[in-house]
């Protein structure tokens, strides 16, 4: 078997697992890195009443933890489903080499996950969408970017 189909079965079979026990949902994910798992990750949504403990969130705290970065530089991740839109941001600012995925978003609605709203959201101005985003105090927020800035011992990423 090869090495990439091994990582993928382990994401899968961790869903698969999730949806026996009363953790969470159908989902799991793995970060590899030197073709080694170095984080594993299930869904902890309703285990931990926690709407960010998906399984990629989850196997991204690990490994970032475990490597003691906050990105995940060489490493590859494997997801039992596509991402959703939060666990696709997360996965860009956390940088990995690749992403792998066994389901699509469109298998996930069918089993009654549907993101395809919170995808037609991230493209509605903010004061258009469903749920107000009302921007108030720019100007004094803008201050701590300006620090952010000038700061020559900030921690890029």
């Known amino acids: 078997m090869e090495e990439k189909e091994k ?19 159908p989902f799991g994910a793995v970060v590899v890195k030197n073709g080694k798992i170095i984080a594993e990750g299930k869904n902890l949504v309703t285990a931990n009443d926690d709407p960010t403990a998906h399984a990629e969130i989850v196997a991204i705290r690990k490994a ?19 991402p959703c839109p939060m666990c696709l941001g997360a996965i860009y600012w956390a940088r990995p080499a690749a992403v792998y995925y066994a389901a699509s978003r469109q298998d996930a609605t069918r089993a ?35 620090r952010w800035m000038e700061n020559e011992q900030r921690n890029p990423y």
Do not use: W
């Open 112 to 146: 009654y996950f549907d993101d395809s709203y919170i995808y037609r959201e991230c493209n509605t101005e903010p004061e258009k969408r469903k749920i107000p985003f009302i921007q108030m105090q720019r100007d004094k927020a803008i201050e701590a970017f300006l």
């Open 64 to 82: 970032c933890e475990a490597l003691k970065s906050h990105q995940l530089a060489g490493c590859e991740i494997y997801a039992s489903c596509e």
């Open 7 to 25: 990582y993928m079965l382990r994401a899968i079979e961790l869903a698969k697992e999730n949806v026996l026990s009363e953790d969470g949902g």
